[in-house]
């Protein structure tokens, strides 16, 4: 069997946790089948993929359509392909037209829902109604549609009504064991040395936040909470890659405030190499994961694998992560119903996110407990190889009808 996976991210351009997905379903899938994979941001050298660049013709036209351009690129060469297999909208129209042009059963994995992220309205124009469409046409004629959680999958049935539940199974986003773990011997003191030469102090609690700095993460809202910190504790946050100018003038102000009250506020905004990142993990007291919408959060995964208790909202698939009183905290929140996760009671939430934080770094005995109970848990639920395997059945599943 030979299977396509058409993808945005693939390294060396990964910058989200549909990427890392993508990335590690790759290479485990080729413990069992043929896999090719399609990307964009140019050719790859890497044996089984292809990368595609915007056709000259689009290159100086909306973000959506430059993304058409190279999905009609990627549809043509899936000539050959058993199954296609695509992640997010942007790749979503290339596998509905390979498709109808090689006669293939598409299936598409759901990261995340269009219509549930209304802020990139801000970001992508009036592409944003060209991303919907490509995402609700995939999705209504897919063969099989792939949820990372059960949260989303229910988002998919209520967004998308028209898709039938028989056709959408439930097969949560895995991760890397061997490559998230707490480094030990020497591994730990070159950890020791950089977290240092970020300015983070590892002799002090911390709370680490690690994500994009768009809307749905939720950092506004963590960096009200963290002023309920106690004065002895870092708040350290890897945030970049802002949507929008007027998002990252908005966090850079409330960073600049919170640094004017208290210190130890770390803000790393460039994307650190893994190595670099499970150090700065390693360091912490507990990971928070602030996300008013989140189908799963690969990131409270790797924070778990490295032995990181977590506090997350209670939303999405966040809560079949965080084992609440067990592998970490989750905040209870009231959301709008206009699609933007929005509080309900926002100070609310920001008191309750701030309490659950207070109660993580209070008592660093009990968060290391935790942490430990975090890492079997990802051990035993979120492991790729049952990942893929569960994968593979959703393929001869559309493949035998």
């Given at each position: 069997?030979?299977?396509d996976?058409?993808?945005?991210e693939?390294?060396?351009?990964v910058?989200?946790?549909?990427?890392?997905?993508?990335?590690?379903?790759?290479?485990?899938?080729?413990?069992?089948?043929?896999?090719?994979?399609?990307?964009?941001?140019?050719?790859?050298?890497?044996?089984?993929?292809?990368?595609?660049?915007?056709?000259?013709?689009?290159?100086?036209h909306?973000?959506?359509?430059?993304?058409?351009?190279?999905?009609?690129l990627?549809?043509?060469?899936?000539?050959?392909a058993?199954?296609?297999?695509?992640?997010?909208?942007?790749?979503?129209?290339?596998?509905?037209?390979a498709?109808?042009?090689?006669?293939?059963?598409?299936?598409?994995?759901a990261?995340?829902?269009e219509?549930?992220?209304?802020?990139?309205?801000?970001?992508?124009?009036?592409g944003?109604?060209?991303?919907?469409w490509?995402?609700r046409?995939?999705?209504?004629?897919?063969?099989?549609?792939?949820?990372?959680?059960?949260?989303?999958?229910?988002?998919i049935?209520?967004?998308?009504?028209h898709?039938?539940p028989d056709?959408?199974h439930?097969?949560?986003?895995?991760?890397?064991l061997?490559?998230?773990?707490?480094?030990?011997?020497?591994?730990?003191?070159?950890?020791?040395?950089?977290?240092?030469?970020?300015?983070?102090?590892?002799?002090?609690?911390?709370?680490?936040?690690?994500?994009?700095?768009?809307?749905?993460k939720?950092?506004?809202?963590?960096?009200?909470a963290?002023?309920?910190?106690?004065?002895?504790?870092?708040?350290?946050?890897?945030?970049g890659?802002p949507?929008?100018?007027?998002i990252?003038?908005?966090?850079?102000?409330l960073?600049?405030?919170?640094?004017?009250?208290?210190?130890?506020?770390?803000?790393i905004?460039?994307?650190?190499?893994?190595?670099?990142?499970?150090?700065?993990?390693?360091a912490?007291?507990?990971?928070?994961?602030?996300s008013?919408?989140?189908?799963?959060?690969?990131?409270n995964?790797?924070?778990?694998?490295?032995?990181?208790?977590?506090?997350?909202t209670?939303?999405?698939?966040?809560?079949?992560?965080?084992?609440?009183?067990?592998?970490?905290?989750?905040?209870?929140?009231?959301?709008?119903?206009?699609?933007?996760?929005?509080?309900?009671?926002?100070?609310?939430?920001?008191?309750?996110?701030?309490?659950?934080?207070?109660?993580?770094?209070?008592?660093?005995?009990?968060?290391?407990?935790?942490?430990?109970?975090?890492?079997?848990?990802?051990?035993?639920?979120?492991?790729?190889?049952?990942i893929a395997?569960?994968?593979?059945?959703?393929?001869?599943?559309?493949?035998?009808?």
């Open positions: 069997m030979r299977v996976l058409l993808t945005r693939y390294p060396p351009h910058y989200g946790g549909a990427g890392v997905h993508v990335t590690e379903l790759a290479a485990v899938l080729r413990q069992h089948l043929e896999v090719q994979v399609r990307c964009f941001d140019g050719p790859r050298d890497a044996p089984g993929v292809s990368g595609y660049d915007v056709p000259a013709g689009l290159a100086e909306n973000a959506a359509l430059r993304t058409f351009g190279v999905d009609l990627m549809a043509a060469d899936v000539a050959g058993d199954v296609v297999h695509s992640h997010t909208w942007y790749a979503n129209l290339g596998g509905h037209v498709a109808l042009l090689h006669g293939v059963p598409h299936i598409v994995t990261h995340s829902l219509p549930l992220r209304p802020w990139k309205a801000e970001q992508l124009g009036g944003y109604a060209l991303s919907g490509a995402e046409t995939a999705y209504e004629h897919a063969d099989a549609v792939i949820a990372v959680s059960g949260g989303m999958r229910d988002d049935l209520r967004v998308y009504p898709v039938h056709r959408v439930v097969v949560h986003n895995g991760i890397d061997a490559g998230w773990r707490r480094p030990e011997g020497e591994d730990a003191e070159r950890a020791d040395a950089t977290v240092r030469a970020l300015g983070i102090d590892p002799t002090r609690p911390a709370v680490v936040f690690v994500g994009r700095i768009t809307r749905q939720g950092l506004p809202y963590l960096l009200r963290a002023e309920h910190l106690p004065a002895d504790v870092q708040l350290v946050l890897c945030a890659a949507d929008t100018p007027e990252a003038r908005e966090v850079a102000g960073v600049e405030d919170l640094r004017e009250r208290r210190q130890g506020v770390v803000w905004e460039q994307m650190l190499p893994r190595a670099e990142l499970i150090a700065v993990l390693s912490g007291t507990v990971f928070v994961c602030p008013v919408y989140e189908p799963l959060g690969i990131v995964l790797e924070a778990m694998a490295c032995g990181l208790p977590v506090v997350g209670r939303t999405g698939g966040i809560p079949e992560v965080v084992d609440d009183g067990v592998t970490g905290w989750l905040v209870p929140i009231e959301q709008v119903s206009d699609g933007t996760g929005t509080p309900v009671h926002p100070a609310q939430f920001v008191a309750d996110l701030g309490e659950a934080l207070r109660q993580a770094v209070s008592d660093t005995g009990r968060a290391a407990r935790m942490g430990l109970a975090a890492r079997e848990r990802v051990e035993e639920h979120f492991a790729w190889q049952a395997e569960q994968t593979v059945r959703v393929y001869r599943s559309v493949l035998e009808g």
